[in-house]
């Protein structure tokens, strides 16, 4: 059986990942670059093999920069 994948750009904190993995059929590549975001959605989806986190953000073009996470302000 052929099985879809999903890129998903900002995981967050897995909520669209969870409804996209009720489907045993459907593969997902979740990109998140907030390391606390990544610890969380390793501990939620770690028994699912599906589930593959990629820790980075995503551009337009190539290359490192720096930004700003929302919320974070005066941290």
């Not at 990942?17 to 670059?33: A, C, G, R």
């Not at 953000?57 to 996470?69: E, H, K, L, Q």
Request: proline fraction near 4%.
């Amino acid at each position: 059986m052929t099985k879809r994948i999903i890129v998903e750009i900002g995981a967050n904190h897995g909520s669209d990942t969870i409804n996209f993995l009720k489907d045993p059929d459907t593969v997902v590549y979740s990109f998140e670059p907030t390391v606390e975001l990544q610890l969380e959605l390793q501990q939620k989806f770690s028994n699912n093999e599906n589930f593959h986190l990629i820790p980075m953000a995503v551009d337009t073009s190539n290359g490192f920069r720096w930004f700003n996470i929302a919320g974070q302000e005066g941290l």
